[in-house]
Nanobody
Framework: QVQLVESGGGLVQAGGSLRLSCAAS????????MGWYRQAPGKQRELVAT?????GTNYADSVKGRFTISRDKNTVYLQMDSLKPEDTAVYYC??????????WGQGTQVTVSS
C-alpha cells in the first residue's frame, strides 16, 4: 500500500508563509515526478507546481515567484511565500511513478485571510 501524508496547512494572514510537506511511504518502486494541486470552493482542481526526477520544476503562473517546490527522496515540499487570499484552497500532493501510476495525498487546508 502506498500512502501520502500531508502536513503544514493552516490559517495565515496575507503576506505570510507556509510550508507544505508530503511524505510518501509504502511499496513505491520509483518516483518519476511529484506535484502539488489545489482546489478552491466552487472551482476545479488546478496544478500548482511539479518537480521531476531530474529536479526540473514547473509552476502555475499565479504562483510563480512566490512558491517553491522541492523534494528529498520520497518527500515533496511546497514553500509558499507572499500568500494571497486567492491562494485559499485545499492542497493535494501527487506522485507519479515510472510505471505511470498516480497517488494522491489526503489534502490539507490552506486559508489566507486579508
Amino acid at each position: 500500500q502506498v500512502q501520502l501524508v500531508e502536513s503544514g496547512g493552516g490559517l495565515v494572514q496575507a503576506g505570510g508563509s507556509l510550508r507544505l510537506s508530503c511524505a510518501a511511504s509504502g511499496s513505491i518502486f520509483s518516483i518519476n515526478a511529484m506535484g502539488w494541486y489545489r482546489q478552491a470552493p466552487g472551482k476545479q482542481r488546478e496544478l500548482v507546481a511539479t518537480i521531476s526526477s531530474g529536479a526540473g520544476t514547473n509552476y502555475a503562473d499565479s504562483v510563480k515567484g512566490r512558491f517553491t517546490i522541492s523534494r528529498d527522496k520520497n518527500t515533496v515540499y511546497l514553500q509558499m511565500d507572499s500568500l494571497k487570499p486567492e491562494d485559499t484552497a485545499v492542497y493535494y500532493c501527487n506522485i507519479r511513478t515510472v510505471l505511470s501510476d498516480t497517488y494522491w495525498g489526503q489534502g490539507t487546508q490552506v486559508t489566507v485571510s486579508s
